[in-house]
């Protein structure tokens, strides 16, 4: 006899400005194929423009409303993590997928623990090569860097591009991205693409190459925080002086500053000075890609657009959302790879190594590392911390 299908759920997302869907029409028409039986919440990729008949030419189900899409789910894969009363929906010993905060989550992880939930989070996808179709922090910030150069290119009151005209010339652009991840590299390529001249600053020497392969100049301030596995330390009080008093020559030269510092689980680092935004030309534009976490420039504000001195500082809220459609592009693609690890198919009953279940591969780093709650269980320290029980870390199945 055939082993029952996998029901997956994908709820509408609730928080304010999500527009993201979990999975698209396309990602769910090879979750079919595979054997999943997924059920979509009516409404739930209106807003990323797909509509719910294109779910059911995929072959997925569509439920009436939240309640109905939860109903007997054996896996529910969200965008933003559940609020407490949605956690409550999950049925029991299920697991959850999502970008999930702990300290932000805390309610709602307290349920879905007495839930007896396995709870994913892809804030947590460890950094190795294997991981790269899964990385969700990186598909998103793409469409993030992307849009953030876009919206400074909109909001700036002259041409990004040179333009020689029979009334004169005009002068490019002149665009500084601080911080060249993934977010940061592609609001270089996409600044230089409209024509921009750009400059890039990273406390990391390896960021140099990485912005000068994309056409921009590197700023040195001989100020580095090199740290382990290629990411940054964190900079000393002299270090922290030293790098805003070479800073405020360059942003006072740019017509664009766009940051994108940003620290998981922590308040973005203030790169930018409310006196750094006084020395900028009048019309200038500052796009904050961490406003939803602090953000980079210190008179930020999260979802709104400010004026001080003649700039126009963006607080760029949940920028992903803003290109919906191949934001929930690129992340069902790594909700659909993640998938086969977190719902693995089983060892033959019978043979001493299985009870022919299914269920995540406790024994892959990517699902260790990713994990915040084992059937309800912390096994991620800060959670453990937060819910104020044991931490349990995970034995693998091949022994601890």
Same mark, same amino acid.
């Given at each position: ?13 609730t928080?304010p400005?999500? %527009?993201?869907?979990? *999975? ?20 739930? !990729?209106?807003?990323?423009?797909? #509509? ?13 409303d939240? %309640? ?11 965008v ?25 989550? %805390? ?25 790269? /179709?899964?990385?969700a922090?990186?598909?998103?910030s793409?469409?993030? $860097? ?5 919206? #400074? ?5 002259r ?5 020689? %005209? ?6 490019? #652009? ?9 977010? $940061? ?7 230089r693409? +409209? !024509? ?21 100049s ?11 596995g !290629? ?8 270090? +922290? ?18 940051t ?8 973005a680092?203030?790169l ?11 019309g ?34 949940? /920028?992903?959302?803003?290109m919906?459609?191949?934001a ?7 909700? #659909? ?23 995540p ?7 260790? !590392? ?9 096994v991620?320290? *800060? ?18």
């Amino acid at each position: 006899m055939g082993l029952v299908a996998v029901r997956l759920a994908v709820p509408a997302e609730t928080r304010p400005g999500e %527009t993201r869907v979990a *999975l698209t029409p396309d990602a769910a028409k090879r979750l079919v194929a595979s054997g999943w039986d997924v059920v979509i919440q009516s409404g739930a !990729g209106a807003k990323a423009s797909f #509509a719910d008949s294109a779910y059911v030419g995929a072959g997925a189900s569509v439920a009436p409303d939240a %309640t109905a899409v939860h109903w007997e789910a054996d896996v529910v894969a969200r965008v933003q993590a559940p609020t407490a009363a949605e956690a409550r929906l999950v049925p029991e010993g299920a697991i959850v997928l999502s970008f999930l905060q702990p300290a932000e989550t %805390t309610e709602a992880l307290a349920v879905l623990a007495e839930r007896g939930a396995s709870v994913f989070s892809f804030d947590f996808l460890p950094r190795i090569s294997r991981a790269q /179709p899964m990385d969700a922090l990186s598909s998103q910030s793409t469409v993030s $860097g992307y849009r953030a150069a876009l919206l #400074a290119a909109e909001e700036l009151d002259r041409f990004f591009p040179m333009f020689m %005209t029979a009334a004169g010339t005009v002068p490019r #652009a002149k665009v500084l991205v601080m911080g060249v991840g993934v977010a $940061g590299l592609q609001a270089i390529a996409t600044a230089r693409r +409209l !024509g921009a001249v750009v400059r890039a600053y990273d406390v990391r020497a390896a960021a140099k190459e990485e912005a000068e392969s994309l056409g921009a100049s590197f700023v040195e301030l001989g100020v580095l925080a090199e740290g382990a596995g !290629g990411y940054a330390r964190e900079l000393s009080e002299e270090e +922290l002086a030293r790098q805003r008093q070479a800073l405020a020559a360059e942003v006072a030269a740019s017509d664009v500053v766009i940051t994108t510092a940003a620290v998981p689980g922590r308040r973005a680092p203030i790169l930018v000075s409310a006196t750094m935004v006084e020395g900028m030309g009048p019309g200038s534009v500052i796009v904050d890609m961490a406003a939803d976490s602090g953000g980079n420039c210190e008179l930020t504000v999260a979802g709104e657009s400010v004026v001080r001195g003649g700039t126009t500082i963006v607080g760029l809220a949940n /920028p992903a959302a803003g290109m919906p459609t191949h934001a929930s592009f690129l992340y069902s693609r790594n909700v #659909a790879n993640l998938l086969a690890l977190l719902w693995t198919a089983p060892a033959p009953a019978g043979d001493g190594n299985g009870d022919g279940s299914f269920g995540p591969d406790w024994s892959d780093e990517i699902v260790i !590392g990713t994990a915040v709650l084992r059937d309800g269980v912390p096994v991620h320290g *800060l959670t453990a911390e937060l819910l104020g029980r044991p931490l349990a870390p995970v034995a693998t199945d091949d022994g601890p």
